[in-house]
């Protein structure tokens, strides 16, 4: 399995607090995900990080922000939660884009906004 | 609008019967296309892939798909289900004129293998 862990992996917050979830790999990977998962919708993808300090939007980027000041981190940050940012977050890996390589996916977070 | 679809949302079959999961997807050239499976409280795991070449492809756990260019179709295959076999199965495609490293989901399919 490749080395990601998210942390935390459960978190209860209320509405209006800001939220940071990390993403930690040992895998040296260029690229790194933040997706979420909800019921009916599959993965969707929020940012992505294509080297350090290089940072894109995805489908559902609004209301989230990232950093990646590490190779072997990707900080995902709700700057103040909402209850429709309760979701299961997903962090994913791969060595290089277009995907010619496989994403491997880290074991999620699951976050509720109270 | 683009998409993946996924259109069964739940299915069940007996152990040891053969399976079957849809997918279809709305890209206009030939993508990249994946099918993962997540288990319960986990995250997903990449069960094959397919880039070009021989249309039907061979993953883990006895698992085979075909890209069918023709019905924009990439169905997901087992012979004979095992209990452990038991999750959400998600197909995924990379839309190849996309610039960057993106996975389009499917909504996913729960199967549910019954002794």
């Known amino acids: 399995d490749a080395g990601i862990t998210q942390s935390p992996r459960h978190k209860v917050t209320e509405t209006g607090t800001p939220v940071t979830l990390r993403c930690h790999q040992t895998?040296?990977?260029?690229?790194m995900y933040w997706y979420r998962q909800d019921p009916g919708h599959g993965l969707r993808l929020i940012h992505y990080?294509?080297?350090?300090?290089?940072?894109d939007k995805g489908e559902v980027s609004d209301g989230y922000s990232v950093s990646r000041s590490k190779t072997e981190d990707f900080l995902l940050t709700l700057e103040s939660a909402t209850s429709s940012q309760t979701s299961v977050y997903f962090c994913?890996?791969?060595?290089?884009?277009?995907?010619?390589?496989?994403?491997?996916f880290g074991p999620g977070t699951r976050l509720l906004v109270l | 609008a683009q998409s993946v679809t996924q259109p069964d949302i739940h299915i069940t079959v007996s152990e040891g019967a053969s399976l079957e999961l849809r997918c279809n997807y709305s890209?206009?050239?030939?993508?990249?296309l994946f099918w993962y499976v997540q288990s319960p409280g986990q995250g997903l795991q990449l069960l094959l892939k397919?880039?070009?070449?021989?249309?039907l492809v061979q993953g883990i756990k006895g698992f085979e798909a075909e890209f069918k260019r023709s019905q924009s179709s990439f169905n997901l295959r087992k012979p004979s289900v095992h209990w452990s076999d038991a999750a959400e199965y998600f197909c995924?495609?990379?839309?190849?004129?996309?610039?960057?490293?993106?996975?389009?989901f499917g909504t996913g399919t729960r199967l549910t293998v019954i002794p």
């Open positions: 895998e040296n990977h260029r690229y």
């Open positions: 397919y880039f070009s070449g021989d249309t």
């Open positions: 995924a495609v990379v839309p190849d004129q996309t610039g960057a490293n993106n996975l389009f």
């Open positions: 890209y206009g050239a030939t993508p990249y």
């Open positions: 994913a890996i791969s060595e290089a884009p277009r995907s010619q390589e496989t994403q491997y």
């Open positions: 990080s294509y080297g350090v300090k290089d940072t």
